[in-house]
């Protein structure tokens, strides 16, 4: 892919949430904490694919992991300040979708 010279973080936006499944993660967890399990059940996308992602996401401060020392330990999963900023766009795309796809 050329990458552009107008809009370099456009363009690392695109990127990473263009990448299969990403934006549909971001979708699941506006309402927000989900645990593993509940994203995976929600999703046709293996659990490798999902954890790769998510690490992908908490990489980038969208996504935060929260461990729950309880028995058995329960991992949740939501949006950081930086993820929630992204409802706006991807309602935006959901909306666009629903009026012409």
Known sequence: MKETL??????????LL?????ALIVYQLMDGAKRFN???????IS????????????KEGIVERTVFSEV?????????EK????KEVVGGIETWSKEWL
Request: positive net charge; hydrophobic residues 35%; contains cysteine.
């Open 38 to 44: 509940e994203i995976e059940s929600s999703l046709p």
């Open 18 to 22: 263009g990448k299969r499944w990403t």
């Open 83 to 86: 993820g929630l900023a992204l």
């Open 47 to 58: 659990g490798r694919l999902l954890s790769e992602r998510l690490k992908e996401l908490e």
């Open 72 to 80: 058995p330990i329960r991992v949740e999963y939501n949006l950081t």
């Open 6 to 15: 107008l809009c370099p973080r456009l363009s690392k936006a695109m990127e």
